[in-house]
């Protein structure tokens, strides 16, 4: 399981669970592990023939995030490219990038969120610096996110380097924003429905913003969107996948056995739901410390018998 922390953590907790009770022969290990951090030394070295990877890549496409889905992909290629007997492992992908991940089956999250800043700066980028006519859709929310989506994460990465060191914006992010400042609509209701930014919004005061402060004013809203949104989605994407899988697993049992084996997925070895280990510290100290930390602070003490 590779995703950020809390995603890869909380999906290896869950499917532990799931196949807590099943029996060994269709039994798994889930282990864990962060693409862009330690997936490639905790992790590949325990690859073998039949393990599956399943990993939940950002959205490449937005700047914030265009660095972090390539270091997700080098680490994924790593761990898939080792071999056994001509076999590697399994790789399952959950992306909301719709760039195809090479030798790897994937659900691409539907979403209809509106093109964030840097998806118009890197399509109107790719359209000047292409020379050539493209049909594009009449939404420009539609045409700013479907052309990135036609680029590799490598080559969407390096296309933001050039951006960065343009200074001067394209022309259409250059309308986009004037037709914002003026409250013109876009796409039909307005510079509201673009996560533009509310000081790009109500600005009005004709400044010439650089292509790469603009880039840089998106990186909070963008880092937002993939730790609250994003990667929740991915989260309950992999909970629907893996507890189908469970499912399956477990109504093998019964059908395979004429109902003699079966096991419920819901329970695990422990079957108490409150947790009924010991305090290492008794109330008595607990009390007293209050009470000292009470008495150093001035705060009135009640004596007891």
């Known amino acids: 399981m590779a995703d950020i922390p809390w995603v890869a953590q909380t999906v290896e907790a869950f499917v532990s669970k799931l196949f807590a009770l099943s029996y060994s022969s269709a039994s798994l290990t889930v282990m864990s592990a962060n693409p862009h951090d330690h997936l490639v030394h905790r992790q590949t070295h325990r690859v073998v023939r039949g393990s599956l990877l399943a990993v939940g890549r950002p959205d490449g496409r937005l700047y914030t995030l265009a660095a972090a889905e390539g270091t997700a992909l080098l680490s994924i290629k790593q761990a898939a490219s080792i071999q056994n007997l001509g076999a590697t492992c399994e790789t399952m992908g959950i992306t909301h990038n719709p760039w195809p991940l090479p ?46 989506a036609l680029q590799s994460p490598g080559s969407i990465d390096e296309l933001y380097e050039q951006c960065e060191a343009t200074l001067t ?16 609509n876009i796409g039909g209701d307005g510079c509201e429905g673009t996560p533009i930014g509310a000081s790009l919004c109500s600005s009005a005061d004709g400044k010439k913003y650089t292509t790469a402060w603009l880039l840089q004013s998106q990186r909070l809203l963008e880092t937002l969107y993939e730790t609250r949104y994003a990667s929740l989605q991915r989260l309950v994407a992999f909970f629907v996948a893996f507890h189908a899988l469970g499912r399956a697993v477990q109504n093998f049992w019964p059908r395979a056995s004429f109902g003699l084996l079966g096991y419920d997925m819901s329970r695990s070895q422990s079957m108490m739901r409150v947790a009924t280990t010991a305090s290492p510290v008794s109330g008595a100290m607990v009390l007293e410390r209050i009470l000292t930390l009470n008495g150093r602070h001035g705060v009135p003490t009640v004596a007891s018998d």
Not at 131 to 148: L, V, W
Not at 171 to 182: F, I, P
Request: aromatic content about 4%; proline content about 10%; charged content about 25%.
């Open 103 to 148: 030798r790897a089956i994937e659900s691409v999250l539907p979403t209809d969120r509106p093109a964030f800043l840097s998806e118009y700066i890197l399509a109107a980028f790719v359209k000047e610096r292409s020379g050539a006519e493209q049909r594009e859709p009449k939404d420009e929310r539609t045409a700013a996110s479907s052309m990135p």
């Open 169 to 184: 914006p394209p022309l259409e992010v250059q309308q986009l924003l004037a037709n914002c400042h003026a409250g013109t």
